[in-house]
Structure formats: C-alpha cells, structure tokens
C-alpha cells in the first residue's frame, strides 16, 4: 500500500475531532476514507472515490459506510482490500475510540488538559503535531491537496464543511 495523504481537524475548546481523511491518488482517481461529526452528533465512517478527479472531466462522486465496502458501488476489489487496509492503519494510528479499553489513557490526558474529546478522537499524543495557529487544530500529510478535501466537504455529511475554509492555509 502506498502512504496516504492526511488531513485532521481537531477543535480543543468545542467539539473536539472535527473530521479525519485519509486517501490515495491512482490515475485519473482518488479514493480514501472519512470520519467525523455529523449534524445530528452521529459519526460518520465512509468509504469514498472520486473518479475522474484528476482529469479535465466533472468528477463523480460515490461514497459507502463502512459495511458497504465490499458492496456493489464501482470501486474495484484489489481497491476495495486497499481502502480496507489503509483504514485500519489510519484509524490505528491517528485515532482512538471511547469504547475501546486501550484508549482509557488517551481520554484521561484529554480530561488532565481540559481539552475536547468525542466518541472518536485524536490519539493524545499525536495532538502535538497539529498546527494550532486557528481555532480548529489541523495536520495535514506533505502531499494532501485542499481540493480534495474542498470537493468532500460539499458532499459528506461531516458537520465540517461550513467553517472549512478558514482552516484551508493558502
């Protein structure tokens, strides 16, 4: 697999992690995963391409949750065990869960720092790379493209999509 472009926004005073993205580039196409807040405080976890993307076409736009991953959307299978794969080393790296027992660590340093933490949160210690210089913390991958993540927030149901761009750095 090859490395993903990033991008999280966290919000320490509100509500904590706003929105995790993480995709790959092949050909004409760009296909990763998603999660955040939505409106109605559900959380959000989807699959998604964007095909055409990097062509002079319209891009079209198709998302999955999580149990549709391996469902009838257009998505090939070795992309499909791709997507699966770099989901689950995202979200262990970078994330963590209330319910998961081994992230009762990461939770108390949030309470210890008085600082936001939802059901799915940042993992603690990876906070430190983030920029803080805007209310929403950000870190995003040396390849991540704005773009993209422009083109999702008109379409996901995350929760962060109207404040997103006075995160965007130019």
Same mark, same amino acid.
């Given at each position: 697999?090859?490395?993903?472009?990033?991008?999280? %926004?966290?919000?320490?005073?509100?509500?904590?992690?706003?929105?995790? =993205? !993480?995709?790959?580039? $092949?050909?004409?196409?760009?296909?990763? &995963?998603?999660?955040?807040?939505?409106?109605?405080? $559900? =959380?959000? $976890?989807?699959?998604?391409?964007? #095909?055409?993307?990097? /062509? !002079?076409?319209?891009?079209?736009?198709?998302? =999955?949750?999580?149990?549709?991953?391996? $469902?009838? &959307?257009?998505?090939? #299978?070795?992309?499909?065990?791709?997507? !699966?794969?770099?989901?689950?080393?995202?979200?262990?790296? &970078?994330?963590?869960?209330? /319910?998961?027992? &081994?992230? !009762?660590?990461?939770?108390?340093?949030? %309470?210890?720092?008085?600082?936001?933490?939802?059901? =799915?949160?940042?993992?603690?210690?990876?906070?430190?790379?983030?920029?803080?210089?805007?209310?929403?913390?950000?870190?995003?991958?040396?390849?991540?493209?704005?773009?993209?993540?422009?083109?999702?927030?008109?379409?996901?149901?995350? #929760?962060? %999509?109207?404040?997103?761009?006075?995160?965007?750095?130019?």
């Amino acid at each position: 697999m090859h490395a993903p472009n990033v991008f999280l %926004a966290y919000a320490p005073r509100g509500a904590g992690l706003r929105c995790a =993205v !993480a995709y790959l580039a $092949s050909g004409r196409d760009a296909y990763g &995963w998603f999660t955040g807040p939505c409106l109605d405080l $559900s =959380v959000a $976890s989807r699959y998604f391409v964007l #095909e055409d993307f990097y /062509s !002079a076409a319209p891009a079209r736009y198709e998302e =999955v949750d999580q149990a549709g991953l391996h $469902s009838g &959307w257009s998505l090939d #299978e070795p992309r499909r065990h791709e997507l !699966a794969r770099l989901q689950e080393a995202f979200a262990r790296e &970078w994330l963590c869960h209330r /319910s998961d027992a &081994w992230a !009762a660590g990461d939770f108390a340093s949030y %309470a210890r720092a008085e600082l936001a933490a939802g059901e =799915v949160s940042v993992r603690f210690g990876r906070l430190a790379l983030f920029s803080k210089l805007q209310p929403n913390w950000t870190y995003y991958s040396r390849g991540f493209e704005y773009g993209l993540l422009r083109h999702l927030a008109r379409r996901w149901p995350l #929760e962060y %999509a109207d404040d997103l761009e006075e995160a965007m750095l130019p």
